[in-house]
Every structure is written in C-alpha cells, then in structure tokens.
Nanobody, 119 residues
Framework: QVQLVESGGGLVQAGGSLTVSCVAS????????MGWYRQAPGKQRDFIAQ???????NYADSVKGRFTISRDNAKNTTFLQMNSLMAEDTAVYYC?????????????WGQGTQVTVSS
C-alpha cells in the first residue's frame, strides 16, 4: 500500500516563510512527477507546482518567484518552500505523485496539511 504523508503546515504571519514536505512510502518501485496542490475553503483544488524525477519544475503563476519545489529521490520526498506568504495562500496543501507499484502507474494523494497565513 503506497502512502503519501504531508507535514510542516501551520500558522505563519504574512510575509513569512514555511516549508511543507511530503514522503512517499510503501511498496513503490518508482516515482515520476511529484506535485503540490492547494484547496481553500469553498474553492476547487488548484495546481501549485510540480517536479519531475529529473528535477524539471513547473509553477502556477500565482506562486512563481515565491515558492520553490524540490525533491530528494533517495528519500522519496518532495518539499515546497514558501516565501513571502500572503493571506490568500491560506489553504490545505496536498501532495500528489505518480507512482509505479507492481506493474502499473497510479496517481496518489496525501491527506493534506493546513497552512494558515495571518494578515
């Protein structure tokens, strides 16, 4: 059973920084793209950033220049460093990964971690 577990969320003041992480565990063979999404109350889940196994990255315009995604392939972990946080960044942040388990690829989601930015 493959699991993604996020951590590092919390309360931070506007202008501050926070780093969330996500670890994949279980009977996984390979991890392809890993990414972060967020969902604010009453809104849809939106894409934030993604990183390939080769460390190519892609960001949503709303976070470009403020957020940085990275990964440690040896530890099956991805990080999202968030700088210059604003109140509108408040949301539940979800990790996503494409993982090869057995003989198939599947998309997996973590349970989410709350990030609250106070203005």
């Amino acid at each position: 059973q493959v699991q993604l577990v996020e951590s590092g969320g919390g309360l931070v003041q506007a202008g501050g920084s926070l780093t969330v992480s996500c670890v994949a565990s279980g009977r996984l063979d390979r991890i392809s793209t890993m990414g972060w999404y967020r969902q604010a109350p009453g809104k849809q889940r939106d894409f934030i950033a993604q990183i390939t196994a080769g460390h190519s990255t892609n960001y949503a315009d709303s976070v470009k220049g403020r957020f940085t995604i990275s990964r440690d392939n040896a530890k099956n972990t991805t990080f999202l460093q968030m700088n210059s946080l604003m109140a509108e960044d408040t949301a539940v942040y979800y990790c996503n990964a494409y993982i090869h388990e057995g003989h198939r690829w599947d998309s997996y989601w973590g349970q989410g971690t709350q990030v609250t930015v106070s203005s």
